[in-house]
């Protein structure tokens, strides 16, 4: 239990420090193409069975879904 522990919280780290990335990049207007490169490290860092499926919020949906729309809103940019 104590690993499982560990690694959870090494994963949290992990997505709070994507987030800030993003955050960043969004709000600072600096490097808007590599708003990219962080949405694939939080890609590689949630629930894969969620792509696509909408309705199932313990496997990512809803991020994923947010994902999709920040990748739409890019591309038109």
């Known amino acids: 239990m104590k ?3 560990e690694e959870r ?3 949290r780290d ?3 420090l994507i987030s800030e990335k993003i955050q960043a990049c969004e709000f600072s ?3 808007e193409k590599n708003i990219e490169k962080y949405l694939v490290e ?3 860092n949630i629930n894969s069975c969620g ?3 909408k309705k199932d919020i313990k496997e990512d949906a809803y991020i994923w879904d947010e994902i999709n729309q920040v990748k ?3 591309n038109e940019g």
């Open 72 to 74: 739409k809103v890019d």
């Open 29 to 31: 207007g600096q490097d």
């Open 14 to 16: 992990t997505i709070r």
């Open 42 to 44: 939080l890609e590689l």
């Open 3 to 5: 690993y499982i522990t």
């Open 51 to 53: 792509w696509g499926n």
């Open 9 to 11: 919280k090494k994963w």
